[in-house]
C-alpha cells in the first residue's frame, strides 16, 4: 500500500461505545416483535432436547437397574404401567414426543428470526445508503469508491440478525435447561460440573479483547483490498494501454497478501481458544466420571451428603459430554459479534464521516424559476486543498442570458457551476436565484431545475431508454426521441440492435465517448429544466458533431438561462456574455467581440486556438511555463 492509500480517511466510530446496540435501536426497533418470540420460542426449543438426557437417567435407574419407583411428574401413578416393557415403551413415547416438540419449536423459531433478520439487515444496508448519497460532493472526494462499497456490502452483510445471537441462544439454552435439570436432579453434584466455569468465562474476556483488535484490522484491509481492485477494474483501459498489467497483479497480491495475514492472525487466535476449550471440556467429562464414580460406588465425597444413583450418574456424564458444544460455541459468539462490532463502527463512521447538505425545515419551493443567478463574494476551496480555487468571485446573469465560463485549466470553471447545484456550499459570500439564497430552497426542487451534463459522460447499466428518462416516470416515446433528436444522437441509437432498447453495458462501456456524451445530453434537454449547466457537455465529439449540437443546443436553451462551460473557445463564441476565469477571479467578461478586441487573457487563448502563436505575449508563455510547473509538482 502507498503512502497516500495509507493517509487516505478511513471509517471508524470509536466515539460510540455500543455500536452494535445502536444499529439494533436505530434499525430494529420496528421489528422486535419478531426478534422477541424468536428469543423466547428458541430458548423453549432447547427444552426437549436438554431434557432427554434426564429421560434415560431415569429409564436407566426405575426401568433397567430398579434403583426408584416408576413415576412420570403430573401423571398419577395408576395411568402408569406395571411391566417394565410397558414403563420402556412409555419412556421411548416420552422420548419421541420431545424430538417432535423439538422440531416444532425450531421451525417457529425459524419463521420469526428470519423475519427479523431480513428486515433488520435490509433496513441497515438501504439507511446507510440512503445517508451515503445524500452526503456533500466532498465526501466523495476524500474517499475511494472501493472503501465505500466495501462498508456498504462486507460490513453490512455481517448483520444478518443480531449478531451471534443464534450461537449465544444454543449456549444460554443449554445452561439454562441442562443447568436447571442437573439442578433439580442432584444440585450437589451440579457444583463439581460447574467449578469449571470461571475458568471458560476468564478465557472468554481475554479471546473478546484480542479477536476485536484482530477483526478491526480485518475491516481495514478488506477495505483497501476492494479500493485496489474498484480502482483497477475502473481504469483496465489505462493498465492495458501501459501494459502495466504484471505491475497491478503485484499491488493487487500484496492488499490481497497484507488481507491474508490478518486473516491469518485472527484464525490463530481462534484455534487456540478452542483448543483450550476442548481441554475445559474434556476436563469436565473426566472431572464427572471420576467424582460421580466414586460417589455411586463409594459414597458422597468430603462434604456432600446426598447418595448418586447409577442413572444421575448417566445423566450427568451426558450434559458434561454436551458441554464441549456450548464451550465450543463461546468463541464463535465473541468472534461473530466482534467482526459485527468492528463493522457497526465502520458502517456509524461512514454515517457521520460528513454531514449532508444542509436543507432548511421551511426550505421554499421552487417551480420554473425566472433564472435570474447572483455570484456575490463567493469563495470555496475543498478540504484536501490548501488554497481557494475561487476568491471573491461576484456577477449577475439575468434570465435567459447564455453565458460561457472559460479559462486556463484548473482556474475554477467547473467548480463555479457546481456550487449552482449545490454540490458544495462556498465558504464565504452567497450564490442567489431570483433574489433568494440557494440555501433557502428545497434541494430537490433547485436540481430539479437545473439541466447539468458534465465533461465526463455517465451512464448506468441498462437500455439507452431507461437512461434517458433516469429521474422521469411519465416520459412517452416522442419526448424521448426528441431529446435523442436535439442532442444528435438519433441516428446512431437507431442503428444500435434493438434501438432505445439496447443494452449498453456498466457505464456505457458498449459506445463510444461521443455517442455517451450525446446521450447524457438528451437526458438534460428531456428533464426540460428552467436552467441548463452544460460543464464542456460536447468535449467528447468531433468537431462537425460539435457544430450539429450546438445548432440543436441553441434551439433548445432559447429562453433559459445557460451555463456553458469550455475550453474550446468556439463553443462559446456566441454566448450573450462570456466570463474569464483565472486562478479563481473573474478577470475579464463581455461579448466574444468584445473579449478579443482587448489585451488581455482571453484574446491570449484565441490566439492559441488560432494558431497565431507568435503574437502570444511573453508575459502570457512566462505564465503558461508557470503554471505546468505547478502542475507537475502536485
Partial sequence: MSAADASEPTFEADDVDWPVLTLLRRYGAD???????????????????????????????????????????????????VTEAGQLYAIVAIFALLVVLSGVLK????????????????????????????????????????????VLNNDVNEFEGIPGSGTFLYAAGFFLWAGGFMLVLHWQFATVIFAVMPIILVLSARFSVVIERAHDRIQQAV??????????????????????????SDRVERASRAHYRRKLDALKIRIGYQHA????????????????????????????????TPGLLVTFLLYSQQLGGPLGAIPGIVDEFT?????????????????????RADAIALEDPDGRVEYDGVTFGYRSADEPVLSDVSFEIEPGETVGIVGPTGAGKSTLVTLLLRFYDPDGGSIRLDGHDLRAYSIRDLR???????????????????????????????????????????????????????QIGERGVKLSGGQRQRLCLARAFLHDPSIMVLDEATSHVDNETEALIQRSIADVVEGRTTFTVAHRLSTVRDADRILVLDDGRVVQQGSHEELVARD??????????????????????????????RVLED
Avoid: C
Avoid at 128 to 144: I, K
Avoid at 346 to 359: D, K, N
Fill in 339 to 359: 467482526n459485527a462490532r468492528a463493522s457497526a463502527k465502520r458502517i456509524l463512521g461512514l454515517q457521520a464521516a460528513a454531514s449532508p447538505v444542509p436543507e
Fill in 277 to 308: 476449550n476442548t481441554l475445559v471440556s474434556r476436563a469436565a467429562l473426566l472431572l464427572t466420571l471420576g467424582v460421580g464414580g466414586y460417589w455411586v460406588i463409594v459414597g458422597p465425597p468430603g462434604p456432600y451428603t446426598a447418595p448418586l
Fill in 600 to 629: 488581455g487573457l482571453y484574446a491570449n487563448l484565441w490566439n492559441v486556438q488560432a494558431g497565431d502563436v507568435q503574437s502570444l505575449p511573453d508575459a502570457f508563455l512566462e505564465r503558461v511555463e508557470r503554471r505546468a510547473d
Fill in 107 to 150: 421451525y417457529v423459531r425459524g419463521l420469526a428470526w428470519g423475519k427479523f433478520n431480513y428486515n433488520f439487515q435490509h433496513d441497515v444496508r438501504t439507511g446507510t445508503y440512503d445517508v451515503a448519497q445524500r452526503l456533500e460532493m466532498g465526501f466523495f472526494d476524500d474517499h475511494r469508491a472501493g472503501e465505500i462499497m466495501s
Fill in 31 to 81: 421489528y422486535a416483535p419478531f426478534a422477541v418470540v424468536g428469543i423466547v420460542v428458541q430458548l423453549l426449543a432447547y427444552f426437549p432436547g436438554q431434557a432427554i438426557p434426564a429421560v434415560v437417567g431415569f429409564a436407566f435407574d426405575a426401568v433397567l437397574a430398579d434403583e426408584r419407583p416408576f413415576a412420570l411428574p403430573l401423571v398419577p401413578d395408576r395411568w402408569l404401567p
Fill in 448 to 502: 430539479r431545475s437545473i439541466g447539468y451534463v458534465s465533461q465526463e459522460p455517465f451512464l448506468f447499466a441498462g437500455t439507452v431508454r431507461e437512461n434517458l428518462t433516469y429521474g422521469l416516470e411519465d416520459a412517452d416515446d416522442g419526448a424521448v426521441r426528441e431529446a435523442a433528436e436535439v442532442a444528435g444522437a438519433t441516428t446512431f441509437v437507431e442503428n444500435l440492435p434493438d434501438g432505445y432498447d439496447t
Fill in 223 to 248: 477495505g483497501e483490498l476492494n479500493a485496489r481492485l474498484q480502482n483497477n477494474v475502473s481504469g483496465i483501459s489505462v493498465i492495458k494501454a501501459n501494459a502495466a498489467e504484471e505491475f497491478e
